[in-house]
């Protein structure tokens, strides 16, 4: 086996600096300011999605199949089998992620001690778990009712299931969930994200889409009843276009979900992998902010039928990232991350996903302003010249020196640590 060269590190060092000084010089002629980028990056948290960690198993005592339009391909070693094992993967994730961030739980990823306890029984004392573990990561936490992979779920209805029992279990579940996100929100002094998605849909043509709305839009209203204080929690409604098994009709799709967030008040979930396999999310973020206050970001990539893909630096992704940077709505988009892969390391997937998003952000945030000024003056000449030159400036010189800031391995350092920490960890669990 050839011997591993090792980098001097002092001249290794010395290599990144000068890459970042002539970087930076490259695109101060370009109208820009690294550092300001540098700066702003380092505050805007992304929420990780606590199921990519276990292929949205959740650690409930009597869990149904995944179902609901849900599928998670991959058996790759090492999954977290409990709530322990979860969080040591994630705060391996962590420290190979710049900056500070979110986790996002679902409900089924409680701690229940052994015991069943239904979901509509969930309280936040099972969570209290999760809560003192974020405060001593200095993580916020967002939350989702959980609508899914469960008996009263077999059939892919909840909210607008035709059984009046059914659809009232549900309700109790997503009522729970989000006084449990104000909880959460009040204890770690940063407001829960509550978001709210269900499967409901049908494989075949139904008779009657207009009732199952109906129905969806009553239990909906039931849920959100009870007023929350928005320092605490802030709600979310997501809404889908198809998945497997609901080929036909989604009973929550995106303009049932759009006129719900304005008329109620109520955060718009756009998940990237939601819509026509050509439709991106990008467009509509300046659209619906002209109704909404705050939407939230499920940051996904679909895949022909499947929206579940790691996020990878595509242009996709390069839009959305640039739509909300370069609008300003920092502070009104919330950024989650949405994918499940069991074909590859757990870890790895978190550490490729989110730093492609915060890549596709500084990518934004280094956005040379004369792309704007020239469109502004008519000139869509320069507009696309310059867009295209955009596209080989040295982004990668500044994303080292962000992720060496902030304490984190600079290029692909981070994979062997995640094979270390495979062979080391991963590898004994069964
Ligand atoms: C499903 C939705 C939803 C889920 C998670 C697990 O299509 O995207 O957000 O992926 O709640
Ligand atoms: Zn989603």
Sequence with gaps: MAK???LNPTAGKRAMERAFQSAKARYAEAGVDVEVGIRILARIPVSIHCWQGDDVGGFESAAG???????VTGNYPGKARNPGELRADLERALSLIPGRHRLNLHACYGEFGGKRVDRDEIEPSHFEGWIQWARSQRLGLDFNPTCFAHPKAADGLTLSHPD??????????CRRSREIGAVIGRTLASPCVTNVWVPDGYKDTPA??????????GSLDAVFQKKLSPRHNLDAVEGKLFGIGAESCTVGSHEFYLGYAITRGKLLCLDSGHFHPTEGIADKISSVLQFIPRILLHVSRGVRWDSDHVV???????AIAREIIVNGYIDRVHLGLDYFDASINRIAAWVIGTRNLQRALLAALLEPPGIKAAEARGDLTARLALQEEARTLPLGAI???FCDLNDVPVG???????KRYESTVLCSRS
Excluded: C, M, P, Q
């Design 312 to 318: 990878t630096l595509n242009d996709d992704l390069l």
């Design 208 to 217: 009657d889409r207009r009732s199952a709305r109906e129905r969806l839009l």
């Design 412 to 418: 692909e350092r981070w994979l062997s640590e995640v």
């Design 164 to 173: 009046r029992a059914i659809r009232r279990f549900w309700v109790d579940h």
């Design 65 to 71: 199949a995944l179902g609901g339009g849900l599928a």
């Design 399 to 401: 994303w080292d020196r």
């Design 4 to 6: 591993k060269r090792s």
